[in-house]
């Protein structure tokens, strides 16, 4: 790779026609290397190996003032480029195929460089761009160079593993349905840039999904799901570990047909540690992403608040990818380097409420020159700033008794019939473009309305809560003691990366659900069959 890579920045250095030449250059393989196994009813469905190697190439014409890249980037449609026939590596890492391969990738992304280069000075003849930050940032070679090692992933092992797991949902006959799938893949990472970076290291992921469904006499599909993640084989979960989460979504799924749809709601709220961490993973930090901050279709919520308050002043946001566990938990945001050669490291993204920087990669942002080690990618997406480990910290030690105990007083001073707790989640979503609303969406699983003076918790569902990132930073009122880890993907313009979450229960003054859109299925004609328990 290395060889290539100065054989391509002497050649394309020479006069060519009057063109800009490079001024950097860098390539980075991904080779995965894993098996995924999945059934249900002590049965395995599927077990196919992982096995993938992919190639990235960066080039970049004119400056690192000002290069090909407009609005960071975030609106380029890769699928429409020539190079994107020539991401696929080859399975054999042979010295001259993969020479052969990045010359080819290489010359469509020169060429797809020059087009978006002179694009970009038409723009600029009648259009203003930001001039207030490079295009591409000055960074310290880095020389990172781990040792390979080798990781097994068993299929006979995970086959045994799930055909024992999934015939343990035998003896819950009503659930429809489910499964226990498991995954693990090594991901190695080779780079080299023209700057003289180099690195290669390796991470392990693991994902154990316990999930089903069942139905009410109405008809209402109703799902539970568990999700493992862990960094290591010893964060697989055991046996008798699947057998207590097969029974927990038992019961949740007979506590949710029980449950009767939720009505649209707007008042305060009490939410767990995840539910806090959804909120502030997609209503701020997708919106403290840099390349947000140079594009000309995003919202620019903060891109003016630096050295302004945006949250209570006992509030930190830090976002850490060196961080590998917190407390017994693995956290799947982890890595050592970024996707562009830059080391990782932590950034205080807000102190005591104050914002004092954004997620930059080498893209930064206007007022800031350097990465700080956040540009990730899938895979053949564009690198850009993402979040790894977000942590939300507060200064606020109240117990969750202490906390809903000032949520139904909310709700009596404001002679509302009840308040709404929210203790899991699934999933969110989120715009950040100016075209469109300037809103965030989260799926609870586990939802509860308060009675304002007994306290009593009444399971709901059927809901989705929304929300503005403004109005819902400016409505906490407190939070509690205990943190929570959501371990999971996130997905952006720069596809899909592992992410974690941690945070604190939250009471806030105004939280709005609304009625989630649900279809009603007729019952199966015949009775669910027998099955033997084994």
Same mark, same amino acid.
């Given at each position: 790779?290395?060889?290539?890579?100065?054989?391509?920045?002497?050649?394309?250095?020479?006069?060519? @026609?009057?063109?800009?030449?490079?001024?950097?250059?860098?390539?980075?393989?991904?080779? +995965?290397?894993?098996?995924?196994?999945?059934?249900?009813?002590?049965?395995?469905?599927?077990? @196919?190996?992982?096995?993938?190697?992919?190639?990235?190439?960066?080039?970049?014409?004119?400056?690192? #003032?000002?290069?090909?890249?407009?609005?960071?980037?975030?609106?380029?449609?890769?699928?429409?480029?020539?190079?994107?026939?020539?991401?696929?590596?080859?399975?054999?890492?042979?010295?001259?195929?993969?020479?052969?391969?990045?010359?080819?990738?290489?010359?469509?992304?020169?060429?797809?460089?020059?087009? @978006?280069?002179?694009?970009?000075?038409?723009?600029?003849?009648?259009?203003?761009?930001?001039?207030?930050?490079?295009?591409? !940032?000055?960074?310290?070679?880095?020389?990172?160079?781990?040792?390979?090692?080798?990781?097994?992933?068993?299929?006979?092992?995970?086959?045994?593993?799930?055909?024992?797991?999934?015939?343990?949902? /035998?003896?819950? &006959?009503?659930?429809?349905?489910?499964?226990?799938?498991?995954?693990?893949?090594?991901?190695?990472?080779?780079?080299?840039?023209?700057?003289?970076?180099?690195?290669?290291?390796?991470?392990?992921?693991?994902?154990?999904?316990?999930?089903?469904?069942?139905?009410?006499?109405?008809?209402?599909?109703?799902?539970?799901?568990?999700?493992?993640?862990?960094?290591?084989?010893?964060?697989?979960?055991?046996?008798?570990? %699947?057998?207590?989460?097969?029974?927990?979504?038992?019961?949740?799924?007979?506590?949710?047909?029980?449950?009767?749809?939720?009505?649209?709601?707007?008042?305060?709220?009490?939410?767990?540690?995840?539910?806090?961490?959804?909120?502030?993973?997609?209503?701020?930090?997708? /919106?403290?992403?840099?390349?947000?901050?140079?594009?000309?279709?995003?919202?620019?919520?903060?891109? !003016?608040?630096?050295?302004? #308050?945006?949250?209570? *002043?006992?509030?930190?946001?830090?976002?850490?990818?060196?961080?590998?566990?917190?407390?017994?938990?693995?956290?799947?945001?982890?890595?050592?380097?970024?996707?562009?050669?830059?080391?990782?490291?932590?950034?205080?993204?807000?102190?005591?409420?104050?914002?004092?920087?954004?997620?930059?990669?080498?893209?930064? *942002?206007?007022?800031?020159?350097?990465?700080?080690?956040?540009?990730?990618?899938?895979?053949?997406?564009?690198?850009?700033?993402?979040?790894?480990?977000?942590?939300?910290?507060?200064?606020?030690?109240?117990?969750?008794?202490?906390?809903?105990?000032?949520?139904?007083?909310?709700?009596?001073?404001?002679?509302?019939?009840?308040?709404?707790?929210?203790?899991?989640?699934?999933?969110?979503?989120?715009?950040?473009?100016?075209?469109?609303?300037? *809103?965030?969406?989260?799926?609870?699983?586990?939802?509860?309305? +308060?009675?304002?003076?007994?306290?009593?918790?009444? &399971?709901?569902?059927? %809901?989705?809560?929304?929300?503005?990132?403004?109005?819902?930073?400016?409505?906490?009122?407190?939070?509690?003691?205990?943190?929570?880890?959501?371990?999971?993907?996130?997905?952006?313009? !720069?596809?899909?990366?592992?992410?974690?979450?941690?945070?604190?229960?939250?009471?806030?003054?105004?939280?709005?659900?609304?009625?989630?859109?649900?279809?009603?299925?007729?019952?199966?004609?015949?009775?669910?069959?027998?099955? &033997?328990? /084994?």
């Amino acid at each position: 790779m290395a060889r290539e890579l100065e054989r391509a920045m002497k050649g394309l250095s020479a006069p060519r @026609e009057g063109h800009p030449r490079p001024f950097y250059i860098s390539y980075l393989l991904h080779t +995965v290397r894993g098996q995924d196994v999945w059934g249900r009813y002590g049965s395995v469905f599927n077990s @196919e190996p992982v096995n993938s190697c992919d190639l990235y190439a960066e080039v970049r014409v004119g400056s690192h #003032r000002i290069d090909q890249s407009v609005d960071g980037s975030l609106n380029t449609e890769l699928s429409d480029r020539e190079s994107f026939n020539w991401l696929v590596g080859p399975q054999d890492l042979d010295d001259d195929t993969i020479r052969y391969t990045f010359w080819k990738l290489t010359d469509h992304k020169y060429k797809e460089a020059l087009q @978006e280069y002179y694009d970009k000075k038409k723009i600029l003849i009648e259009q203003h761009l930001r001039k207030d930050a490079g295009s591409f !940032s000055r960074e310290d070679p880095v020389i990172l160079n781990e040792p390979i090692r080798s990781v097994s992933f068993s299929a006979t092992r995970w086959e045994k593993f799930i055909r024992e797991a999934s015939s343990l949902f /035998r003896k819950h &006959r009503r659930l429809i349905d489910p499964y226990v799938r498991i995954r693990g893949a090594s991901r190695v990472r080779i780079f080299v840039s023209s700057e003289g970076s180099r690195f290669i290291t390796q991470d392990d992921f693991y994902e154990v999904i316990v999930t089903a469904w069942s139905v009410t006499k109405q008809g209402a599909y109703l799902n539970a799901s568990r999700y493992f993640y862990g960094r290591d084989p010893k964060d697989i979960p055991s046996l008798a570990k %699947v057998e207590s989460t097969i029974n927990a979504i038992a019961e949740d799924l007979k506590s949710l047909e029980k449950s009767r749809p939720m009505e649209p709601y707007a008042g305060p709220a009490l939410l767990s540690g995840l539910a806090t961490g959804l909120i502030f993973h997609e209503a701020i930090g997708h /919106r403290l992403e840099g390349e947000r901050m140079l594009s000309r279709t995003e919202g620019h919520t903060f891109a !003016s608040k630096i050295g302004k #308050r945006i949250l209570p *002043a006992s509030v930190d946001l830090i976002d850490d990818p060196t961080l590998k566990r917190w407390g017994k938990q693995p956290l799947y945001g982890a890595y050592r380097i970024d996707d562009e050669g830059v080391l990782a490291r932590p950034v205080k993204l807000v102190e005591d409420g104050v914002l004092k920087t954004f997620l930059l990669s080498r893209a930064t *942002a206007p007022g800031f020159k350097r990465s700080n080690g956040h540009g990730r990618h899938e895979r053949y997406q564009d690198p850009m700033a993402r979040m790894a480990n977000l942590i939300v910290r507060s200064k606020d030690q109240y117990s969750w008794a202490e906390l809903k105990d000032m949520l139904m007083e909310e709700v009596r001073r404001r002679g509302l019939p009840h308040g709404i707790m929210v203790k899991n989640v699934s999933s969110g979503e989120t715009r950040t473009d100016h075209y469109d609303f300037q *809103a965030f969406k989260g799926i609870p699983t586990e939802v509860y309305t +308060v009675h304002p003076k007994t306290g009593k918790e009444t &399971r709901v569902r059927d %809901v989705s809560f929304i929300g503005t990132p403004l109005a819902a930073i400016q409505r906490i009122q407190a939070f509690g003691r205990d943190y929570q880890v959501d371990n999971s993907y996130c997905y952006a313009e !720069s596809g899909s990366v592992p992410v974690a979450t941690i945070a604190p229960p939250m009471l806030v003054g105004d939280l709005e659900l609304q009625a989630a859109v649900g279809r009603e299925y007729k019952q199966p004609i015949l009775p669910f069959p027998t099955i &033997r328990r /084994r």
